[in-house]
């Protein structure tokens, strides 16, 4: 079976073809963050009407380097949510449209199903079941991961998502957007120890997690100061050794207290360096085992929309014809394929 997926939630317009057996058949990713750089964020209009121009001849290039004829699409997959409507509603339109004219099932995929599920694009993922932190710029949690559609949150933020965090203090420190590989360039020529910033919540059992305070501990470090180069480094490591430091520490805590071994990490901050050297480190001394998929698996992208999107029309799910687009889903509402 042969999969267009298309992922148009945020800033990033993408489509791939996956096919069972064989695995991607074509990835494309066109970054809008050019188009954002000058306003310091997303701007959901800008997003929406690139989003417009762009995918329908990202189709076409996906499907001439697939090698395929539209006839040969089986099923096409699209992110229904959670994201920005209007960018929601121009991948939801167009997957809808073309799954009418080619006479194929169309289904609509939750963005961090399509995260959880990444690491299965690539060979030696784990099975289920499997703890995923899952860390993007929009969400931060612990997954427990039995099956497809089989999703306990074991905990979350209560404030700020991780990506966000580091948006946000990159921001502090006079870095562009998008801030989080900015900030973590920036932590590398960063002295240890300088800034000893708070590790949220990790004084507090369970496995929420908190990131505001973390923030508040920056601005006030940098507030009235001039910083130099070497100082801004500083800042930038001292926040990233507590931010590592804390999803670290969860991660470890929801593997014990579950007992399962293997956790994956899921979301654009799981391209961080620092964070893949210290979880597959701690871990390892733990006796588990962490997965990490590619870093241009772990930031958006359609393949895992696209192979999330098979996993269900595999499994002989289908959806009714209306477009369906929800800027806001808790992942807990979804269940197992249903066909
Ligand atoms: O999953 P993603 O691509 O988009 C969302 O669904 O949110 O995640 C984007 C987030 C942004 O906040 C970005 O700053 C962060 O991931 N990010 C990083 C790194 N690369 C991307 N954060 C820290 N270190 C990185 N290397
Ligand atoms: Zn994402």
Same mark, same amino acid.
């Given at each position: 079976?042969k999969?267009?997926g298309i992922e148009?939630s945020?800033?990033e317009?993408?489509?791939a073809?996956?096919?069972s057996g064989?695995?991607l058949?074509?990835?494309c990713v066109w970054s809008q963050?050019?188009l954002?750089?000058p306003h310091?964020?997303?701007v959901?209009?800008?997003?929406s009407?690139?989003?417009i121009e762009?995918?329908?001849p990202?189709?076409?290039?996906s499907?001439?380097?697939?090698r395929?004829?539209?006839?040969?699409?089986?099923?096409?997959a699209?992110?229904a949510g959670?994201?920005?409507i209007g960018a929601?509603?121009?991948?939801?339109?167009?997957?809808r449209s073309l799954g009418?004219?080619?006479?194929v099932?169309?289904?609509?995929v939750h963005?961090l199903?399509g995260?959880?599920?990444?690491?299965?694009?690539?060979?030696?993922a784990p099975?289920?079941?499997?703890?995923?932190?899952?860390?993007?710029g #929009?969400?931060t949690? !612990?997954?427990?991961?039995? =099956?497809? $559609?089989?999703? *306990?949150i074991l905990?979350e933020? /209560?404030?700020?998502a991780?990506?966000?965090?580091?948006?946000k203090?990159?921001?502090l420190l006079?870095?562009?957007?998008?801030?989080?590989?900015?900030l973590?360039?920036?932590a590398e020529?960063g002295?240890?120890?300088v800034?000893?910033?708070p590790?949220?919540?990790?004084?507090?059992?369970g496995l929420?997690?908190?990131f505001?305070?973390?923030?508040t501990?920056?601005v006030?470090a940098?507030?009235?100061?001039?910083?130099?180069?070497?100082a801004r480094?500083?800042?930038?490591r001292?926040?990233e050794?507590?931010?590592?430091?804390?999803l670290v520490t969860k991660s470890?805590?929801a593997l014990?207290?579950? #007992?399962?071994?293997? !956790?994956?990490?899921?979301g =654009?901050? $799981?391209?961080? *360096?620092r964070?893949?050297a210290e /979880?597959s480190?701690?871990v390892?001394?733990a006796?588990?085992r962490v997965?990490?998929?590619?870093p241009e698996?772990?930031?958006?992208?359609?393949?895992?929309?696209?192979l999330?999107?098979h996993a269900r029309l595999?499994?002989?799910?289908?959806?009714?014809?209306?477009v369906r687009?929800?800027?806001r889903?808790?992942l807990?509402?979804?269940a197992a394929?249903?066909p």
């Amino acid at each position: 079976m042969k999969v267009l997926g298309i992922e148009t939630s945020c800033d990033e317009t993408a489509v791939a073809v996956f096919e069972s057996g064989r695995g991607l058949l074509a990835n494309c990713v066109w970054s809008q963050v050019e188009l954002h750089r000058p306003h310091g964020g997303v701007v959901p209009e800008l997003a929406s009407r690139e989003h417009i121009e762009r995918l329908l001849p990202m189709i076409y290039d996906s499907l001439r380097e697939a090698r395929l004829a539209p006839q040969a699409i089986d099923g096409i997959a699209y992110t229904a949510g959670p994201g920005l409507i209007g960018a929601l509603l121009v991948g939801a339109s167009v997957a809808r449209s073309l799954g009418y004219a080619w006479g194929v099932p169309v289904i609509g995929v939750h963005h961090l199903e399509g995260h959880l599920l990444a690491p299965q694009l690539e060979p030696g993922a784990p099975d289920f079941p499997f703890i995923a932190l899952q860390v993007s710029g #929009g969400h931060t949690m !612990l997954v427990e991961v039995a =099956g497809i $559609g089989q999703y *306990r949150i074991l905990g979350e933020t /209560l404030d700020d998502a991780a990506g966000e965090a580091f948006d946000k203090t990159a921001k502090l420190l006079g870095l562009g957007y998008p801030g989080g590989p900015a900030l973590a360039a920036l932590a590398e020529s960063g002295r240890d120890g300088v800034f000893d910033f708070p590790r949220p919540m990790l004084d507090r059992p369970g496995l929420d997690f908190s990131f505001s305070g973390l923030k508040t501990a920056v601005v006030v470090a940098v507030r009235g100061r001039t910083l130099d180069q070497q100082a801004r480094a500083d800042v930038a490591r001292g926040f990233e050794m507590a931010m590592v430091e804390t999803l670290v520490t969860k991660s470890l805590r929801a593997l014990r207290q579950t #007992g399962i071994q293997a !956790l994956i990490v899921a979301g =654009g901050v $799981g391209a961080n *360096r620092r964070l893949r050297a210290e /979880l597959s480190a701690a871990v390892a001394r733990a006796g588990g085992r962490v997965h990490f998929p590619r870093p241009e698996f772990c930031t958006d992208n359609a393949a895992m929309i696209a192979l999330a999107g098979h996993a269900r029309l595999a499994a002989g799910e289908r959806e009714a014809l209306p477009v369906r687009a929800r800027a806001r889903w808790p992942l807990d509402e979804l269940a197992a394929p249903r066909p």
